[in-house]
């Protein structure tokens, strides 16, 4: 599949009407088109399951390079997968995207892809732990959000509560940070955690909730007793 069959069929599934609302909601600059999301995961489903993974990476970046919104989403889908083999390139291409981040929906997608890739080769952790020192604030934030499996464990290996701690140490350094969406990834993280560890949840929250954003407290805290 060329770059160009998959923009048309991108544009075949465009809901007239739907991308000027797309693009405010979003906060979009960059073209939207107006896509559906079922429409955007029936697309690239059916692409995952006819292209090599060499094949969907290049499809991948070649999408993300044209910068429109919904086939920046639609590269993120086509590499969320739990078994790509090998899955080096698409690693090295979903770190590559991340600089480019700039609004949470193309981020979370991304990060999304992301987390299979952890789970796959957790020592990639390393690498995300160097985004936790970045100048921007979106690279910051999906350092967060792309550990967000270990947060969902009933039966964590301790290797697993060692990778828990970890990230929970890194949220701890953005405490003082007053972006929203920062707060917002610290209780994110935070209230997932609670379903299944509600102990570090809570331990967490006593030693920094006086210097979160009330709001984050608050969404932290929603599954606590």
Known sequence: MTLDDALAALRARIEPGRAEGQAKYHKQTREVLGIPNPALNDLTKDWRQSLTVEERVLLADALWQTDIFEAR???AKL??????????????????????????????????AGQKRLLADPSRLDTVETW?????MWTRRA???????????????????????????WAASYIDDPEWFIQ??????????????????????????????????????KYLA
């Open 73 to 75: 989403i639609a590269a």
């Open 79 to 112: 590499l969320t997968q739990a078994r790509i083999r090998p899955d080096t390139a698409a690693w090295d291409l979903i770190v590559s995207w991340v600089p480019d981040f700039d609004s949470w929906a193309i981020a979370d997608h991304v990060c999304m």
């Open 132 to 136: 936790t020192n970045s100048a921007d």
């Open 143 to 169: 350092a967060l959000v792309i550990t967000l499996p270990w947060t969902k464990q009933n039966n964590p290996k301790p290797a697993d509560l060692v990778i828990r701690d970890r990230v929970l140490g």
């Open 184 to 221: 917002k990834a610290i209780a994110w993280w935070l209230r997932d955690l609670s379903k299944h560890d509600p102990a570090r949840s809570r331990a967490f929250l006593d030693a920094y909730q006086n210097r979160m954003k009330p709001f984050a407290v608050k969404e932290a805290s």
